[in-house]
């Protein structure tokens, strides 16, 4: 179900970043190829760091290296070339998983958060370095399918590769705008989701008692999460699972029952 989601998420981003134009046109197309360029590559980073340090790839990790490629290539999807794409992949795939599976297990701060779909790394951090990384790979000749102007609007990188003062000026320029624009994005963020939290305690409580934390929520609520059936079965050993080569199967299964 994780695998079916992932897929229906990356599909509709095709459409989210390939749609922004509003007209089928080269930059269109472009940002669905970059779209499907970066997301593919830090997938595939991803799973090889977890190849390296954790010896065995993993769904899971291969869907938040999706998601972190899918975020860092929307702000400069149609105005990046392919092998930006392919550099902006393959810090998606590293740089968040560095902070999630490293920076977040040391910092205690961020182990008191209750972050369960890790949004911090898949969706801030990862958005963060897509609006740096724009700022620093973006084409002027790309800006000018998008803004109709061709010198005005160009990454760092490319106002220093042309030299002049003019264009160094424009990529330190392009450079402070992604900046505000991020900083403007974290503020609206925050205040927001405060004030919805603050109207949402008005009506029930934002956390349950130290005592209902104890029990358990499923105890609480008077149901089991994922349940089979509805009947609240739980199957503790997957049927497929390798422990059933050294083991009896369960009679639930047609033959006999573990013990």
């Not at 005592?211 to 497929?240: C, F, R, T």
Request: hydrophobic share 45%.
């Amino acid at each position: 179900m994780m695998l079916a989601g992932a897929g229906l998420l990356w599909m509709g981003w095709t459409g989210f970043n390939g749609g922004s134009p509003y007209v089928a046109s080269t930059d269109a197309s472009l940002a669905v190829l970059n779209t499907h360029v970066c997301a593919s590559t830090s997938l595939l980073i991803w799973l090889i760091l977890d190849i390296i340090f954790f010896k065995k790839p993993s769904a899971v990790g291969a869907v938040q290296g999706m998601i972190t490629g899918l975020v860092c290539i929307t702000p400069g999807a149609g105005v990046v070339q392919g092998y930006s794409a392919i550099i902006m992949g393959v810090c998606a795939g590293s740089i968040p998983w560095f902070t999630m599976m490293v920076v977040n297990k040391r910092v205690k701060l961020l182990q008191k958060v209750d972050d369960t779909m890790a949004m911090l790394h898949t969706h801030a951090v990862a958005g963060i370095l897509g609006g740096i990384l724009t700022g620093l790979l973006a084409e002027p000749h790309l800006c000018k399918l998008f803004y109709g102007s061709l010198n005005k609007y160009m990454g760092l990188f490319h106002g220093l590769r042309v030299g002049t003062s003019e264009s160094i000026h424009w990529g330190i320029r392009q450079m402070g705008i992604q900046a505000i624009g991020i900083l403007f994005v974290l503020a609206v963020n925050v205040v927001m989701t405060s004030l919805v939290c603050l109207f949402v305690r008005l009506l029930v409580p934002l956390r349950m008692t130290e005592d209902e934390l104890e029990v358990g929520d499923e105890a609480v609520h008077g149901e089991e999460a994922y349940a089979i059936s509805g009947q609240g079965e739980k199957v503790e050993i997957p049927m497929y699972s390798s422990y059933y080569n050294d083991i009896e199967t369960p009679s639930k299964y047609g033959v006999n029952s573990v013990e």
